[in-house]
C-alpha cells in the first residue's frame, strides 16, 4: 500500500482539479453576456496509477488521484456549420428583397400609379385628337402628353440605373469587411497556434472569437473551411478560392464590370484566381449560390444596363389561313418554308431564354429595367409605325444621292421603306411625310436617298406600288425620294428607340403642323383628315388593346396589350416581393431556431453554472478536509514513534 506521504498527493491532486473545476466555473458566469462565448467544461482524468506488486494471480496498483486532462468547449459542429448556411441564406434573400421594395419606391406607389398616369395619359390624348385632329390645340396636348412619357420613362430607368451604381458603395464597404474578417482568422490561427503548442492548455477564449468571426463572415459570404490538426482554420469561399490558409489571408477588391455603367464586380487580389463571383449563372438553392449578402447584392443588381433586346422575344408562327389565295387553295410550299424557318428561329428563342434565365432575367433589376423598357420601345415604335408606315421591297442596284448630295449605294437586298402612298402627311403646306413622332438620338428614321427616276414595287396582280416620292429640286429638275428604314441593330445602342436613346422629334416640337394627321393626297384623299373608322389614330387605338407584347419569355404563350403590360410588369414585381419575403421569414425563423439549440449547448445558464460552482467547493473542501485526516493520522504515528 501506498505511503502517507503518497497520499498526501492525492489529495493535493483534488484541490487542484476542484480548483480548477472553480476558475472554469467563474470564467463561464463572468461571459454569461459575452457575445460568441462558448461554455466551458473541465475534462478529469485518473493520474498514472503506481503498480505496488504483481503476482500471476493479480496485480496491486495504487491510484495517485486525478487531474484535470482538459477544458473543453461545448460545441455543436453540426449546428455550427447549419447556422451559418442558413444565415448566409437569409442575407442573400433580405438583399433580393431590399432592392425589390426600391425598385417599387422608384416606379412610385405600391400598384405603380404614378408611372401609370404617364402612360394612361397619351392615350386620354390619343382618344381626344382621334375626335379632331384639324384642332391645333388638341394637337398640342397630343404633343406635350408624349413629351411628358418619355421624360418620365428616362427619369424612371435613370433611377433604376442610379441605383445599380450606387451599390458600388455597399459593395465596397463589404468586400473590405470580408477582407478584415480574413485577416483576423489568420491571426487567430497563429496566435492558437501558438498556445495550444505546449499541449498544456486549449486556446478555448481565441477560438470563441474565431468561431465568432465565423458567423460573422456567413452573413456576407458562403464559405467552406477545415481545421487542421494543429488547430489552424483554412477558409475558400465559392469556386475553391482560398480566403484563409493557416495563417495567411488573401484579399478582394473592387473593378469596374465596364466604363459604360461603372458598376463594380468583385475579383481576388492576390491569390491567383479571377472573378470571386459567376454573375452568368442562375443562383440556386440545389448548388449554395443563393447565399451571402455581397453575391446577393451582385446578383439583384446584375452586370449591365439591360434594355428590350435583352428581353427574348418569341417568333411568330406561321398560319395556314395566311398562306389561302382567293380560291381558298394553300401554297404548301410557301408555308413549309415559312414554318420550318419558324422552327429554327424557336430554337434560338429558346437557347436566348437560357441566357436570360442566367443573366438579364436571373437579376431583378435587370429584368424589370428589360421589361420596362420593351413596354417603352413598343409603344414608341408602334406610334411612329402609324405615323410612317412602311413596306418591305426587293432592291438590287439602287444608287443615288443622299440630302447632303453624297453618293449612295444600296447593297442588294430587302429594305423596309416608307409607304409613300399610305402614310399620313403633315397639315402643312408642302404635306410633309416620313416626321416620326418619338426620335432616336444617334440616328434618323429614314436614310433618304435621292434618285433620278422613280421606283415601283409590283405585286402579283400586276398593281404597281409607288416606292419614291417625287419632287421638283433647286434646279427646277424632277427627282425621287427613296425612304430607306435605317434598322434598330442590336449591341448598337445608338440605332435603338431604348429609353437611354429617345427624345422628342425637335422639329415637330417646333412646327405642330409637321404632325402626321392629314391623310395621302396619293391615296385620292387631298384635304382631309386622317379621322374616324380607318383613321390614323383609330389605327392607334387598335394596337393598344390589341394582345402581342410577351412579358416574360418562360411563358411566351401569354401575351398582354399595352393596356395590360406595365400592370402586370408591376403586380410580377410585387408577387416576387412577397415570395421573397415569405422566404425571409422562414428563414429567419429557421435561424433563430438553430441559433436557439447552439446556445441551448454552448450558452451559459446561470443556474447551472452556480450548482457546478457549489460541486467543485464541495470538492475542494472534501480534498481539504482529506489533508487534514492525513496531517493528523501522520502527527499521530510521529508522536507515537517518538
Request: glycine content about 6%; hydrophobic content about 30%; aromatic content about 10%.
Amino acid at each position: 500500500m501506498g505511503s502517507l506521504f503518497t497520499s498526501f498527493g492525492v489529495g493535493v491532486q483534488g484541490i487542484r482539479s476542484a480548483q480548477s473545476g472553480l476558475n472554469t466555473t467563474s470564467h463561464n458566469l463572468a461571459n454569461t453576456k459575452t457575445p460568441g462565448y462558448t461554455r466551458q467544461q473541465n475534462i478529469s482524468a485518473d493520474m498514472p496509477y503506481q503498480t505496488y506488486k504483481v503476482t500471476d494471480k493479480s496485480t496491486l496498483q495504487i491510484g495517485l488521484g486525478t487531474k484535470v486532462d482538459s477544458i473543453r468547449q461545448i460545441r455543436d459542429q453540426f449546428l455550427d456549420k447549419e447556422y451559418r448556411v442558413e444565415v448566409s441564406r437569409q442575407t442573400f434573400y433580405e438583399k433580393q428583397l431590399e432592392t425589390e421594395n426600391e425598385i417599387e419606391d422608384i416606379f412610385g406607389e405600391m400598384e405603380g400609379v404614378e408611372f401609370m398616369y404617364s402612360l394612361t395619359d397619351i392615350w386620354s390624348q390619343v382618344q381626344s385628337l382621334s375626335t379632331d385632329p384639324s384642332n391645333i390645340a388638341q394637337r398640342k396636348l397630343f404633343i406635350s402628353g408624349a413629351e411628358s412619357f418619355i421624360n418620365r420613362a428616362y427619369d424612371v430607368y435613370k433611377e433604376l440605373t442610379d441605383y445599380q451604381v450606387g451599390l458600388n458603395n455597399e459593395i465596397e464597404k463589404q468586400v473590405q469587411k470580408i477582407n478584415e474578417i480574413g485577416d483576423s482568422i489568420a491571426e487567430y490561427n497563429t496566435t492558437i497556434t501558438q498556445v495550444e503548442a505546449s499541449e498544456v492548455e486549449n486556446a478555448n477564449d481565441y477560438r470563441d472569437v474565431r468561431n465568432y468571426l465565423l458567423d460573422e463572415l456567413a452573413e456576407y459570404t458562403y464559405y467552406t473551411y477545415r481545421e487542421d490538426i494543429d488547430g489552424k482554420l483554412q477558409v475558400y469561399l465559392p469556386g475553391g478560392a482560398p480566403l484563409v490558409i493557416e495563417g495567411n489571408s488573401y484579399h478582394m477588391k473592387c473593378e469596374k464590370l465596364s466604363e459604360d455603367t461603372g458598376m463594380y464586380k468583385v475579383v481576388w487580389d492576390d491569390n491567383g484566381y479571377g472573378d470571386v463571383y459567376d454573375l452568368d449563372k442562375a443562383y440556386s438553392n440545389k448548388y449554395m449560390t443563393d447565399t451571402g449578402s455581397l453575391y446577393g447584392i451582385l446578383t439583384a443588381r446584375g452586370k449591365k444596363y439591360a434594355n428590350y433586346t435583352d428581353l427574348p422575344s418569341p417568333p411568330k408562327k406561321p398560319q395556314v389561313e395566311d398562306y389561302k389565295d382567293e380560291d381558298g387553295e394553300i401554297d404548301t410550299d410557301a408555308y413549309d418554308e415559312d414554318y420550318r424557318q419558324y422552327e429554327l428561329d424557336y430554337h434560338q428563342f429558346e437557347e436566348d431564354t437560357k441566357v436570360f434565365n442566367n443573366t438579364t432575367g436571373n437579376s431583378i433589376l435587370t429584368k424589370i429595367e428589360s421589361q420596362f423598357d420593351k413596354l417603352v420601345h413598343d409603344m414608341v415604335t408602334m406610334i411612329n409605325d402609324v405615323f410612317c408606315p412602311n413596306i418591305e421591297a426587293e432592291l438590287t442596284g439602287i444608287s443615288g444621292k443622299n440630302v447632303d448630295g453624297g453618293d449612295v449605294e444600296l447593297e442588294d437586298g430587302t429594305y423596309r421603306i416608307l409607304d409613300v402612298v399610305n402614310c399620313p402627311t403633315g397639315a402643312d403646306d408642302d404635306n410633309t411625310i416620313g416626321e416620326e413622332l418619338f426620335k432616336r438620338k444617334g440616328s434618323d428614321r429614314y436614310n433618304v436617298i435621292v434618285l433620278d427616276a422613280p421606283l415601283t414595287l409590283t405585286a402579283e396582280d400586276g398593281t404597281e406600288t409607288p416606292l419614291t416620292q417625287e419632287f421638283t429640286d433647286s434646279d427646277g429638275e424632277t427627282r425621287y425620294k427613296l425612304y430607306v428604314y435605317n434598322e434598330e441593330v442590336k449591341g448598337d445602342i445608338f440605332s435603338q428607340y431604348t429609353i437611354r436613346n429617345l427624345e422628342m422629334n425637335d422639329k415637330i416640337l417646333a412646327n405642330y403642323s409637321l404632325l402626321p394627321v392629314m391623310a395621302n393626297p396619293l391615296a385620292g384623299e387631298t384635304g382631309i383628315y386622317s379621322q374616324g373608322p380607318g383613321g390614323i389614330y383609330d389605327e392607334m387605338l387598335k394596337r393598344w388593346y390589341d394582345k402581342s407584347a410577351v412579358l416574360d419569355p418562360n411563358t411566351p404563350l401569354t401575351v398582354y396589350a399595352y393596356s395590360d403590360y406595365y400592370k402586370e410588369m408591376v403586380d410580377g414585381l410585387a408577387t416576387q416581393g412577397h415570395v421573397w419575403q415569405s422566404m425571409v421569414d422562414a428563414k429567419t425563423k429557421l435561424v433563430e431556431s438553430i441559433e436557439d439549440k447552439r446556445q441551448q449547448m454552448a450558452g451559459v445558464a446561470t443556474d447551472e453554472e452556480l450548482v457546478y460552482l457549489l460541486q467543485y467547493q464541495h470538492a475542494f473542501n472534501a480534498a481539504s478536509r482529506y489533508i487534514n485526516t492525513i496531517d493528523e493520522m501522520l502527527q499521530h504515528l510521529i508522536e507515537r514513534m517518538a
